[in-house]
């Protein structure tokens, strides 16, 4: 049982917790009881040797199995009581003392998540955000739509953007000559000047070409300026289908107007949900002002090494800089303040997530990485082993909507 509860800080208890002596002897003397009906002792039939025998021969290892099983339970009972939840692995600040027929006291240090009380978000307000959805961008998706359904056809026409090209080529440099190399021309990784000099030519052409790669490029030219003697072997034209009603139909549309109206619901609904991104981390950064808490060492920790491993695995960030190590420990102390007050908001108003938030998280990822469903669970058991941080996703996001639903908007209309 519990018998003292020391506040070493916000998240970090210390308890005192004594396990009475009549409930261990019970323990002990039950174990002993069975210890006595299994074992085979000579002279003796099972279960009729004399228990002083037992006990001399069992008692250490039968004591040992009793207190591994009493501590956690006590453990478990003890913070119960107190009302915390640990974040850490429980401590034992000294060996334990155990006598027989003698209350056992052990005293335990652990890492606990703060408590917050009531958290209010009444009194908050964010701006409005306003939607608006421009002819020049519904004219640019559909640009694209069309260009995703080009195709393409060998040519004896000049070169132009978005052709397809099959050269071969030779350089000023110690690099050998390139057979059989397929360009879309405009497209990275070779630099504008280099398809300049393509645009214009003819299947069986030869002719030179100069460009200068960036010191960033992912070809064995990078940083350096390159003269190139290339031979045109092959020209596919690209063939954009006009945008119009037929367009329209082959993307499951009856007239070009109706697929202007679903491109522009579909460019207000992605906007609407970024304009909502921004009003949620506004009321975000609001409530981390208001509440001014620890968070637990253990935890930040945790999340400052994960975030490092990934930034070197990345080469993201120069972890030699201590400015840089600052900024990580900053920005990782603000991501758990978030978490926490988005838990324990979460939790006062009963907020719980199901198998449809999960499914409409898992939808929303693979639509917004252009990947199926059940790439997006896989990749998510890859990484961490299980979907809890998908769910964990799912959660604040419902979180954060049911906010966004009880704080005032300002529309900034007067």
Known sequence: MLKELEDISSTKKRLKIEIPAE???????????????????????????????????????VEADVLEKAVPEFYRKAIKEADITPVSEPVIEESLDFKRDTPLVMTIR??????????????ITVKEIPVEV?????????????????????????INLRDIV??????????????????KVGSSPYPGEFFDGLIGRRKGEEFGVEASFDGESQLPFAGKRVKFTMKVKDVKKCN???????????LGLESLELLRD??????AESKNRAADNIKQNDILNKLIESYDFEVPESILNGEVDRVISKSKKSDSENLTDEGIKKEIIARAEKDLKALILLKSLGEAEGIT????????????ISQKYHTSPKSVIEHYMKTDGSLEELNLLAF????????????????GIP
């Open 23 to 61: 409930e261990i002897e019970t323990e002990i003397q039950t174990s002993l009881n069975n210890v006595r009906n299994k074992s085979v002792v000579p002279g003796f039939r099972p279960g009729k040797a004399p228990m002083g025998l037992i006990e001399k021969k069992f008692r250490k290892d």
């Open 110 to 123: 652990v890492e606990v998540m703060p408590k917050l009380g009531t958290i209010s978000y009444e009194g």
């Open 134 to 158: 421009s002819e020049e961008e519904i004219n640019a998706a559909l640009n694209i739509f069309s260009e995703e359904r080009a195709t393409y056809e060998s040519s004896d026409e000049t």
């Open 166 to 183: 099959t050269v071969d080529y030779t350089t000023n440099t110690d690099d050998g000559p390139a057979k059989d190399v397929i360009l």
């Open 240 to 250: 954009i289908p006009a945008i119009d009603d037929e367009f329209a139909r082959d």
């Open 262 to 267: 679903k491109i522009r619901e579909n460019i």
């Open 353 to 364: 997530i199901s198998d449809e938030d999960i499914k409409k998280e898992v939808f929303y």
């Open 396 to 411: 604040k996001k419902k979180v954060l909507n049911f906010l966004l639903s009880k704080v005032s908007v300002d529309s």
